[in-house]
């Protein structure tokens, strides 16, 4: 059974530093890996998708990297700003059943401090 | 294109109530799913859709119906809401039931049954 897990949980930081939230999966059989970001009370804004063939993606401040072997992706926010302030979900696309569903983490907290 | 739209944004029930909450998109995606939200559980799919006339179960389907006449709807049904389906619904697509496909979500309906 594919499970997904953020650690850590919450984390708060002072504006402008480096940060690297974790995600980790227990089968590596998957199509790809998205991080997602929800606001408090809002949907999900889909950030970055790595393929299972790719090792990162990056779009602007966001570097998203992904070992399958492993069962690894981090998320690198770059000169963090209190806008960046949301919670942060990683998910993979499972290979195989009919499916081909997101599983999701519990996601990141993040709290970036002015 | 609007994207994946969702109504309505709020919802309250009494137990018992049915009612039915709207998804659609623009885009032509032929893969439609519906999960809910949960503290503490993430998200979980409820059901999917790799085409119109074409639906399936996901995790946790029990008390909820959907149907699939046209590519752009996809509508979630209670059928007699119960407290325990007191949850943040969100509807998302993405371009066919292929896994290596970026998925999209809607900004969610928050129901609460009383």
């Known amino acids: 059974k594919q499970e997904v897990t953020q650690i850590p949980a919450a984390l708060s930081v002072p504006e402008g530093e480096n940060l690297v939230l974790n995600c980790s999966f227990t089968d590596s059989a998957i199509y790809n890996l998205q991080w997602f970001r929800q606001d408090p009370g809002k949907g999900l804004t889909s950030l970055l998708l790595?393929?299972?063939?790719?090792r990162e993606q990056t779009s602007g401040r966001l570097n998203a990297s992904l070992d399958k072997s492993s069962g690894r992706s981090t998320l690198y926010i770059a000169a963090s700003q209190p806008g960046d302030s949301a919670t942060y979900l990683c998910?993979?696309?499972?290979?195989?059943?009919?499916?081909?569903?997101?599983?999701f983490g519990t996601g990141t907290l993040l709290a970036v401090q002015p | 294109n609007a994207g994946v739209t969702q109504t309505p944004k709020f919802q309250v029930l009494k137990t018992g109530q049915s009612m039915t909450l709207q998804c659609a998109q623009d885009?032509?995606?032929?893969?439609m799913s519906w999960y809910r939200q949960d503290p503490g559980m993430g998200l979980r799919l409820i059901h999917y859709?790799?085409?119109?006339?074409?639906?399936d179960q996901g995790e946790v389907p029990n008390g909820y119906n959907v149907s699939r006449s046209t590519t752009e709807d996809f509508p979630l049904r209670l059928l007699s809401a119960a407290p325990s389906q007191t949850s943040v619904y969100f509807c998302a697509s993405r371009l066919s039931g292929f896994g290596y496909n970026e998925q999209f979500f809607g900004p969610g309906t928050r129901l609460t049954v009383l």
């Open positions: 998910a993979v696309t499972r290979k195989g059943g009919a499916t081909n569903k997101l599983i």
């Open positions: 885009m032509n995606h032929e893969y």
């Open positions: 790595i393929q299972s063939s790719q």
């Open positions: 859709s790799v085409g119109a006339g074409i639906t």
